[in-house]
Structure formats: C-alpha cells, structure tokens
C-alpha cells in the first residue's frame, strides 16, 4: 500500500475507534430527536431565517442572508472594506471554503491568516482542504515541517510549536475575524463553535469587527436544539465527550455595545430550494461530523483531493449539487460503489447512498454522468452466456477475446470470472422434492450471479430448505437492479423493482417468505423498493423479505458439535437490513468459532469491480487480506457471490458461500 493511503487509512482508523465508543454510550433517544428536529427545522428554514434576523438584529448586530456565493463573499469584503481593517484572522469554515472568501479577500488587497492548524497547513501548502474536520490529514509530518520552514524538524510537537509562535504575532494584530458556526439558534442568535485548539476565542474576541458565516441548515429553532447538534457532532466526529473548547458567541455581549461590531452572513445558495427537493432535502440533516468518511472504501484509498470538490466525501456529493451544480457534482460521483456503509455510521441517518443515486441520475439526464454499458446491461449479458455457455466459456479462456470484451463491454481482463455452468438453475430445481406436510412455504430469490453463474448454491440452498421441510419455489424473477441503482438509472431499476415486486407479492398472498440467496437483493427488496416505487405491495414485499440464514433461524434454530474455526465476511449490504449478522448466530449454533471481519467493504461492488473500479476495487481488498493473515489459514465464509467472487481471487484462504456451507452441514433430501 502507497505510504499516504496507509496514512489516511490509519487516521481514519484512530478516528473511527475512538467515536466507536463513545457512540455506543449514547442513548439511542437523542439521536432520535436529533433526527427529528433536524427534519422539523429543514422545513421552518425559511421562517427560522426570519426568527434569526429579528434577533440578531435587535441585539444590536448585523444579518446578511446572502443568495449565492458571490453575494456572500462580496458583503464580507465591503464589511472588511468599511471597517477600515487590513488583517483578518479565520478559523476553519467549510462554508467560507465555498464561498471562495480567501481568494475574494486577497484579490482585494487584505491579508488572510487561518488560525486552525491544519488550514494554516493548508493554506502555506497551497493545496485545498482533503477532509472537513482534518483538512491535512493527508499530509505526513515531513511533508509538513518542508512546507513550514526548510530546518523545520518534523516532529508534531516542533511543527505545533513553530505555528503557535507564528500565529501569535497576527492575533494581537488582527483587524478582523472570521468564523464559521456548528450551529446557530434562531430564537437569540447564538453562535456556537466548537475547537480542540483554542483559535476560535481568539478570532472571535480580539479584532474589533466580528464575522460568523455560516450556511441556512446551521440554524435550530432554540438553544437547546443548538446544544444538541454540537454534543452528537463531537461526540460523532472525534469520539470526545466534549472539545476542549466550546465558545457561544452572542450579539446581545457587552463587547458588542462597546466598539465591537458583530455580523452573522447566512449562505442559502441553493439550500433553501433543497429544502423543497423530496429527494435531496435530507442533506440538509447533515450536521458536518465526517463519519461517512472513516468507513468510505474509495475515499480511504484516495482521499478528499480526489473525492471532492469543495464538500468531499460521501455526504460531499449531495452537498456538491446542492451548492455547486450538477456538473461538478458529477465529477467525482462515481467514486460511490454504493456499499451503503456511510449510512450505517451516520448518526441521523441519512440515506447517503440513495442521495448519491439521485445525483447520479440528474446527471445522467443532464447528460453529465454516463453509465457504463456493463452497468446497463449486466442481466442481459449473463442471460445471453448462460443461453450459450460453451462458446461463452471459450470467450472467458482466451485472451485476445477478453481483450476485447474489455473495449466493447467493459469487463476488466484482469478479473477472474467463473465458468458459465451448463445447467441453469430452473432445470436444476426441477429436482427439488416437495414435502408432503411443509413446516412453511419460501420463494427463492436469488439475483443475477446465483442465477446465471452460481445455479449450484440456489439449488443447494432448496435442497437444505426441503430438508427442512419446507416446500420452496422459484418464481420467474429479475435482476435485483442494484447496479442500476448504483449507476443513477433510477427509471430503469424502477421498472426492474415492479417486476419483481408483482411476482413476489403473489407468492406473499400465497403465505410464501421470500428467502433472498444475497444480501444486496435482501437489501433491494426491503430498503430500496419501497422507496422507489411507493407502493403498499412493495412495502408488504419487504415485511416478509428474510436472508437465508435468518429464515433457518426462524423455522429450525439449530445446535450443533464442535465444527471447528471460520472467519467470517460480512456484506456491506447485509450490515444495513441486521444490526447482528443472522450468518454469524447460526454458524454459532452449528458449532463453530466465529472469527468476524470488521474491515468493512471488500472492495468488488459488483460490476463496478468487474469492469471500469478493478484497480481501486484490488486495492480496498488489501484490508481485508491483511486482516484475514493476522488471523490464520482458516476458511473464509460469505453470505455474497460478489464478495466470495473478489476474496476468491485476492486471499489464498479458501472462500466459501454460506449456501454451500450449511448445505453440506444441515443435511440433504
């Protein structure tokens, strides 16, 4: 691995664990009414601007609510310009980032100095921001001190050392200052920020104009609702109780009334009309803790230099279109797989991986993103192998024809495919008994690879299940869309899920569970069909949706001997539908010692890792190798053919699907 990757990787790590344990402290309550009053607030934020300029300016100060950024950066330099001031001190501001205020500031003539360490790092760099709460977490310690002075030494403790003793002469200097806010109560007008290096009570007390910019969505109703965002933010961003500092600024202060000026720019530029979006106002919920970012498998490889534009990271996207356009939103899209785990650590859980998917197809229609033919065309391509398996095999071993299906259709030649097998799963089921008096009724669902290139695990699985006692059936059935999802083709998956959902909603009417072979299709059918289609059927379909291993949970429970050691691979997708992987309780029960891998996405995502992600996909799977050889020459299980197809080329450890394991295990007809 390249040393910054490891870098980021480890940071992110550091970060992670620690917020790990504090989150798991928190009451699940206050996330609840964070959410809530998040949600409340994203539809008062027009009459909560309007709350907050009374307030602000009846305490004497001065409100902005700038359209754009143009507007915002402007007002901030005629401010600076009126007050006569030639020096101003920032803290770190994502929205001042947006704005473009530095670049405004300097083209007229001022001088600007960020005191936030990593932006001062930043900003003698000459590079932009790669993380909103570290924005030079990508930079090692020598990197650094070479930026800062040439006999610099480059230990953390001399490079913190020398930027506090530059700092210092610019503080008693300052003219003005500039801050950015964590959140902003309409009812009073009170800015709170919180900092771990003390800057902000500096900016924000010893220039004589004082500036808060800060975007609409900062707004909460009161004081209390503005506390509780602050207390999840950094409990979520850096794993603490409470940052060293935390500093509320109020119009109503003395200082206020005694020489100093005090001025709240709030930023709509596009928020506001978010706000009314269906689809993408639930961005506006983010409150800035950068928790997507530590589990983000294609942000740990590259970082925010590349994931982003001025917002970077998973929750960037979303933040992008909002305030910059389709177009720039578009430029770094495809860095999503649609792993889903962002959602998972996010603390008001925002459905990032559906907000990305909407991006993506406003700008496939704008003409902004354009789907790769595998992507649109993934069903059809392994429906026509399987109708012809010999000449597709032939195509598979050679490598001239490989070569070309790499121009034409976009699989990578390095990736290791499976033979197409000679008998399809409906032919294979034919052999499947029924019992005479079922413990319960199963409709297989399988998705594309089970169907067309692992038929032998669905028809093993109906072989367990009719062991079981169980009558099981197979309903003509689709693709679950996934890659259609993940590449923005919204109508076309939209189409795909009402398919499948009349077919499925028949064999539910007739008393059947729908048993799901993948995880990603468990997930499409209980979290995503509902909310494309909308729809009752839908919903019912998602109520009687279970994994396979959960369905035998229910209907058998099971107990076993000593079985001896596995490790276990848990999909990404499986994390979102359990909070406790149903797989792991049964292999438990069965017998064996469970080894868990926790290094989150594997790094295949499906066609994105066949076709045009396979160097980034090899790359993200480099942790979970490493964690898979800490551990030992154990098999490896997986409830995901995607999965077991990517650990089966990058680990020497056998790989095997959960299907296939207990078939052997539970017993035969």
């Keep these: ?42 539809g008062m934020l027009a009459s909560n601007v309007e709350r907050l300029r009374r307030a602000v300016e009846g305490g004497g100060g001065h409100f902005y609510l700038a359209r754009n950024q143009s507007q915002a950066a402007e007002y901030v330099v005629d401010i600076v310009r009126r007050s006569g001031g030639r020096l ?7 929205t001042t980032e947006e704005i473009g205020l530095n670049h405004a500031l300097e083209s007229a003539g001022l001088k600007v100095v960020e005191t936030d360490m990593g932006e001062r790092v930043i900003q003698l760099t000459g590079e932009k ?3 909103i709460l570290a924005p030079a977490i990508h930079l090692t310690a020598a990197e650094i001190s070479r930026a800062l002075s040439s006999d610099l030494e480059p230990s953390p403790s001399e490079i913190v050392k020398y930027v506090r003793n530059d700092l210092r002469g610019y503080f008693l200097k300052a003219d003005v200052g500039v801050t950015g806010a964590n959140a902003i109560s309409a009812e009073d007008g009170s800015i709170l920020i919180v900092t771990n290096e003390g800057n902000e009570r500096l900016v924000t007390s010893i220039p004589k104009t004082y500036i808060c910019v800060a975007g609409v969505e900062k707004i909460a109703s009161n004081i209390y609702e503005a506390l509780r965002t602050v207390e999840v933010q950094i409990n979520s961003a850096t794993g603490q109780r409470l940052t060293t500092y935390l500093t509320i600024v109020s119009p109503l202060a003395k200082e206020f009334r005694n020489g100093r000026d005090f001025h709240l720019i709030i930023v709509d530029n596009g928020r506001l009309e978010a706000s009314r979006d269906v689809e993408l106002s ?5 409150i800035r803790c950068s928790a997507c970012f530590n589990v983000c498998p294609t942000y740990r490889i590259v970082g925010g230099r590349l994931f982003g534009h001025i917002y970077t990271g998973p929750i960037g996207i979303p933040w992008t279109y909002i305030t910059a356009g389709t177009e720039a939103a578009a430029g770094f899209s495809h860095l999503c797989i649609s792993c889903g785990l962002c959602m998972m650590e996010c603390p008001v859980n925002i459905d990032i991986p559906y907000l ?13 993103f354009r789907p790769s033919f595998l992507a649109r065309n993934y069903d059809a391509i392994l429906k026509t192998a399987s109708r012809f398996p010999r000449l597709a095999n032939m195509a598979l071993s050679n490598t001239f ?21 000679v008998e399809s799963i409906p032919k294979l089921f034919k052999r499947v008994r029924r019992p005479e008096n079922p413990v319960g009724r199963a409709a297989l669902f399988t998705d594309s690879l089970i169907m067309y290139l692992y038929p032998r695990l669905g028809f093993e699985a109906a072989l367990m299940l009719s062991s079981l006692g169980v009558d099981v059936s197979l309903p003509p059935q689709r693709g679950s869309g996934m890659p259609l999802i993940q590449s923005g083709l919204l109508d076309m998956a939209r189409k795909v899920a009402a398919v499948n959902v009349e077919t499925l909603t028949q064999y539910v009417d007739s008393d059947h569970e729908i048993v799901c072979l993948e995880p990603t299709a468990e997930y499409m059918l209980k979290k995503v069909y509902p909310k494309l289609l909308k729809t009752a059927e839908a919903d019912k379909v998602a109520r009687r949706t279970r994994s396979l291993s959960e369905y035998i949970l229910r209907i058998a429970g099971h107990a076993g001997g000593r079985m001896g050691r596995v490790i276990y691979h848990w999909p990404c997708h499986g994390r979102e539908v359990y909070d406790h ?9 069965l017998g064996f010692e469970v080894h868990m891998l926790d290094t989150g996405c594997c790094g295949m995502a499906g066609v994105w890792g066949v076709g045009l992600g396979f160097e980034m996909s090899s790359m993200i799977v480099g ?23 990517q650990l089966q080329q990058f680990l020497r450890n056998r790989v095997i699907h959960v299907a296939s394991l207990l078939y052997g295990i539970i017993g035969r007809p």
Excluded: W
Excluded at 19 to 32: C, D, F, H, K, T
């Design 1 to 42: 691995m390249i040393r910054g990757q490891d870098l980021l990787r480890k940071s992110l790590d550091r970060v992670r664990s620690s917020r790990g344990v504090r989150m798991a402290e928190i009451n699940p309550s206050l996330l609840r009414e964070l959410q809530s009053f998040r949600d409340r607030n994203i």
């Design 88 to 94: 101003i001190l920032k803290t770190k501001s994502m």
């Design 129 to 131: 921001p790669s993380h």
């Design 282 to 286: 639930e961005t506006l919920r983010c």
């Design 356 to 368: 990305i998917s909407v991006v993506k197809y406003r700008a496939v229609r704008s003409g902004s």
């Design 401 to 421: 024809t490989r070569a070309l299906m790499e121009r034409l259709v976009g699989i990578d030649r390095r990736r290791v495919l499976p033979p197409i097998p």
């Design 581 to 589: 992987p149903p797989t792991r309780l049964l292999l438990e029960r």
């Design 623 to 645: 942790e979970v190798r490493e964690a898979v050889e800490s551990i030992g020459d154990l098999d490896v299980v997986t409830d995901s053919t995607v999965c077991m197809m």
